[in-house]
């Protein structure tokens, strides 16, 4: 079993390992730390532990910092990145990922410098190659909803070594689908994390939608 721990390689093929092991990570936009930790805790109860706190969430990054030192146990990232400044503080406060929702080369360069995966923003053909040659870990194939599951086997017959990240569209109904279709890892929004259910603290809604994911991803294997 890889450690979360030691050595900076060690630690990002562990990030990685449980990434591909739970094939599902939750995109959160939170209003507070408070509403963003008791969320994380709902969506442990239904058995998803990866968490992408998105930087259009007012005051991110100190979000980001108190809940990655009050749940250690849990794997947080940080989505939307937009430039290196934005990725060093994110991994400063302790992101152990660093999402984009494009192609943006100096965030990648950033991520490999502390050793921190990083999924890059891509949709066509040329910009997974780009990102996979300046050194990103996946794909995040963003939008996935308009191209589905069949998109991502497309992708993966002629770049069988580019691992993709399905995101926007991705429900508990069609995770299978984009799991069996050689997906990497997959991000769920609002399916998953409704705004009504954070805006209520309807911590139990969130959980079961959680299992439901989990479950999808069982069968799926």
């Not at 009050?70 to 990145?81: A, C, N």
């Not at 050689?182 to 954070?198: D, H, I, R």
């Amino acid at each position: 079993m890889l450690s979360l721990h030691g050595d900076s390689t060690m630690k990002k093929a562990a990030i990685l390992h449980k990434l591909s092991t739970e094939k599902v990570i939750a995109l959160i936009r939170a209003d507070n730390p408070d509403g963003l930790l008791d969320c994380a805790k709902a969506l442990a109860e239904g058995g998803l532990t990866s968490i992408e706190l998105t930087m259009t969430t007012p005051g991110a990054i100190r979000m980001l910092e108190k809940a990655t030192s009050e749940l250690p146990e849990f794997l947080f990232g940080l989505g939307t990145v937009l430039d290196a400044e934005t990725a060093r503080a994110g991994i400063l406060a302790g992101a152990r990922f660093i999402v984009t929702p494009a192609l943006r080369p100096e965030v990648i360069t950033m991520c490999k410098r502390y050793s921190i995966p990083v999924f890059s923003g891509a949709l066509t053909p040329t910009e997974v190659v780009n990102a996979w040659d300046c050194g990103a870990d996946a794909a995040k194939i963003f939008p996935a909803e308009f191209f589905g599951p069949a998109y991502i086997k497309s992708l993966k017959a002629p770049l069988p070594q580019v691992e993709f990240v399905p995101t926007g569209g991705v429900t508990a109904e069609n995770v299978g689908e984009f799991i069996k279709a050689g997906a990497f890892a997959t991000a769920a929004g609002s399916s998953l994390v409704e705004a009504k259910a954070m805006k209520e603290k309807n911590w139990a809604a969130i959980t079961a939608k959680a299992r439901a994911f989990v479950a999808a991803v069982a069968a799926a294997r």
